[in-house]
Structure formats: C-alpha cells, structure tokens
C-alpha cells in the first residue's frame, strides 16, 4: 500500500514557476526496481477529464511528457527522500488544474490513468493572466 500526498500547488501570474512535490509513504521508491513501476502527474481543470501530464519509470529512469507542457516540465525523483517532483516554468493560464501525482505497478501505457493504481489528493495550481 502507498500513500501519496501532493504539495507546492498555489496562484501564480503566467511565466511564473512553481514546484510540485509528492511524498510518498508505505513503500519506498529505491524497492521500484521493475521496468514497469510508474509514477506519474495527471491533471484536471472544472468541467474537463483527467489529463496526463508526465511520467517516470523507476526502472529505466524514462521521462514522458503531454506535448501541452513539453519543454516547461520536468518530472523527477529524490528517492531518499521518498518524493516526486513536478517542476513547471512558464506557465501559462491554460496549466489552471487540480494536480495529480500517482504510482502504478504495471503501467503499460504512461498516459492511461486506469493502469495507475494509488493517487494523492491533488493540489490547485491556478496561473493567472
């Protein structure tokens, strides 16, 4: 079992950065050996679905990103400290979601949610203009 909890979510002017984190609890990431261990950052702004935003396997190392945020983002790990990051430059009011961190076990496909298994609650990044 793991519990993730996201932080570093808040209301920013456009080009402005912020840092997303997620901690996790329950298992550690160093123990995410296989290939197929995945964390990854959803989001999902009021009356729209779930978006993919990145990803990273543990295994390989691998990064993955929507092409709405490639060159922006960037995801990363800090497995001592049992954390995930989103680091987001220039962000633009279109970025305004609910952010979602989650790990899946077998994630086949990085950018489909149904194959994640545990999540955070979210945090609210909004990107004024």
């Known amino acids: 079992q793991v519990q993730l909890v996201e932080s570093g979510g808040g209301l920013v002017q456009a080009g402005d950065s912020l840092r997303l984190s997620c901690e996790a609890s329950?298992?550690?990431?160093?123990?995410?050996?296989?290939?197929?261990?995945?964390t990854g950052w959803f989001r999902q702004a009021p009356g729209k679905e779930r978006a993919f935003v990145a990803a990273?396997?543990?295994?390989?190392?691998?990064?993955y990103y929507a092409d709405s945020v490639k060159g922006r983002f960037t995801i990363s790990r800090d497995s001592a400290k049992n954390t995930v990051y989103l680091q987001m430059n220039s962000l633009k009011p279109e970025d305004t979601a609910a952010y979602y961190c989650?790990?899946?076990?077998?994630?086949?496909?990085?950018?489909?949610?149904?194959?994640?298994?545990?999540w955070g609650q979210g945090t609210q990044v909004t990107v004024s203009s």
């Open positions: 989650a790990v899946g076990r077998s994630v086949f496909t990085t950018t489909n949610s149904v194959q994640y298994d545990y």
């Open positions: 329950g298992r550690t990431f160093s123990s995410y050996t296989t290939g197929w261990y995945t």
């Open positions: 990273l396997r543990f295994g390989s190392g691998n990064t």
